[in-house]
């Protein structure tokens, strides 16, 4: 059995969990929102046609904040098609996904939905085919309270009070050749700036996200965001990353080791932040919006073959391994190991489309990564702890050196809780964790979750939802302040301790 040591301290805190590390992202496309989350001719679907069983995973899941309504489609929409009675709107092109968009769902929908399912709204504007006056409007209709033309008609749709929408995405991966209205670092820097100082005049409460890179592979990645932080420093208040990962060549070993590159690429653009901030001599932090980021290859060889110009197609439908859930996991640690800059996380997607929620015509159901982010999203709040890791290493084949043991400390002071998150991303062996906990000396364990199974391409379907799902017979004890845990192999672990009363 291997062994590693993990060292925190209570006094050396890294920073405040920010629970919008919990967000999610609907975007119009595949099943999402069409037989996701909106289905009003389902057994399933309440007054609105809103999904029930869909709501009650979402709120089971507790995702705080919901990206909408893309993703490469908000680079091609017109948000007026989407309100006001449902019989006038149109149907569209939708080129981003080669589909037909009828607009049943648009944003007045998505606010109903996301207070249904106890989340807020984070919206983004088209800055790939519109610009600065569109993102204007669609603010004003949103956010304005008084009497104007896009206020009034949001009230003449019968939304009397504003929506007051407080975090804004400015485009999407503007730097992607894919992109409708692609443009070069120095074109999006300005238009994301003055549409970013247009709409703070319009509304000042509200919070302004820039594209950064869609991956860290991008060739541009770094030279865009110096040049994009250069000129919006005063404007935005986060930069956005992108990252999807998949195991394309069958090596569980690298694809587990993939949170090293994650963990490279926030502390790069931290870096290119920092940069821009001491050259600006400036005061306040640019911070880090991750708002997609997920496990995405399976469906894409079946993607290829769709037909085109259909609605709601089977798109971008990931079945989920085992050994995704664990990357998944080893993902979620990632940024809380950085959660004094990481503030906003959006897994891609929420239901459907690379989700961790299914549906189909007999019921909604649990995809493997739905759990460690439910044990992240319930358990993982407070302070994250300075989480020192002493594990034995592995050679990843596209990553490098890789730590066999992921893990941090999350303390939750207002629940006197105290939460161990950890992955033991080793194939074949078990391994013993010790950590000094005597400076929480009253504080007992109350459970160790885990999420272990010898089949790393075991799923979950329709047919055997339930296939893997956590149990809580993880193995750890408390010595006199010392916790020592057998972590299995290929396994996820929540550890929970809490103050007991006297
Ligand atoms: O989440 C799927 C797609 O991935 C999004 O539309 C786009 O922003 C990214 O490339």
């Known amino acids: ?30 099943r999402a929102v069409y037989e996701g989350i909106y289905q009003p001719e389902s057994a399933f679907a309440d007054e609105n046609g809103f999904r029930k069983d869909t709501i009650e995973l979402v709120k089971e899941l507790n995702v705080p904040i919901i990206r909408y309504p893309g993703g490469n489609f908000v680079s091609g929409y017109c948000w007026e098609d989407g309100v006001g009675p449902k019989e006038k709107r149109p149907s569209r092109v939708d080129l981003a ?84 209205g692609h443009k070069t670092a120095e074109e999006y820097a300005r238009l994301a700036h003055e549409t970013g100082r247009v709409m ?19 060739p541009t990645f770094g030279s865009w965001e110096a040049t994009l932080i250069d000129e919006c420093y005063d404007t935005i208040d986060y930069v956005s990353m992108h990252q999807y990962y998949g195991n394309r060549d069958n090596d569980s070993a690298n694809f587990l080791a993939s949170s090293v590159d994650l963990d490279q690429f926030i502390t790069n653009v931290i870096a290119i932040c920092d940069y821009v901030k001491g050259k600006k001599h400036g005061k306040k932090n640019i911070n880090i919006s991750l708002d997609e980021w997920n496990v995405w290859y399976h469906s894409n060889e079946a993607d290829e073959k769709l037909e085109k110009w259909v609605q709601k197609p089977h798109q971008l439908e990931d079945v989920y391994n085992f050994e995704d859930a664990l990357l998944v996991g080893s993902m979620l640690i990632t940024m809380l190991r950085h959660a004094d800059r990481v503030k906003i996380g959006c897994m891609a997607q929420l239901v459907n489309v690379i989700a961790p929620i299914m549906t189909s015509d007999t019921g909604a159901w649990k995809q493997t990564i739905f759990y460690p982010f ?45 939460v161990i998150f950890a992955v033991n991303k080793d194939l074949e062996e078990d391994m013993e964790v010790t950590l000094d906990l005597r400076q929480f000396s009253d504080y007992q364990i109350v459970e160790h979750i885990v999420m272990q199974d010898e089949d790393l391409k075991a799923v979950n379907t329709e047919s055997n939802p339930d296939r893997i799902k956590p149990a809580n017979d993880g193995y750890s004890k408390l010595n006199s302040g010392r916790l020592s845990s057998k972590l299995q192999s290929k396994s996820w672990n929540v550890i929970r301790l809490k103050k007991q009363c006297k």
């Open 374 to 418: 439910y044990h992240c999203s319930r358990y993982g709040h407070g302070t994250v702890l300075n989480t020192i890791v002493k594990s034995p290493v592995y050679e990843a084949k596209q990553y490098g050196e890789a730590a066999f043991l992921d893990c941090v400390v999350v303390n939750n002071e207002e629940e006197e809780e105290l």
């Open 1 to 30: 059995m291997k062994k590693a040591q993990v060292i925190i301290d209570k006094e050396f805190i890294l920073g405040d969990v920010d629970k919008r590390l919990y967000g999610s992202f609907i975007e119009h496309l595949g």
């Open 200 to 218: 703070k005049m319009m509304d000042p409460n509200i919070e302004l996200v820039a594209c950064g890179s869609s991956s860290s592979s991008m």
């Open 97 to 180: 996904w080669s589909v037909i968009e009828t607009n049943q769902f648009g944003l007045n929908e998505f606010v109903d939905w996301t207070k249904a399912v106890n989340s807020q709204v984070m919206m983004a504007v088209n800055l790939g085919t519109r610009g600065v006056e569109d993102a204007k409007n669609l603010l004003e209709y949103c956010n304005f309270s008084g009497n104007s033309k896009y206020s009034d008609l949001r009230k003449s749709h019968g939304y009397e009070k504003p929506h007051n929408i407080k975090t804004w995405c400015l485009g999407n991966e503007m730097d992607g050749p894919w992109q409708m």
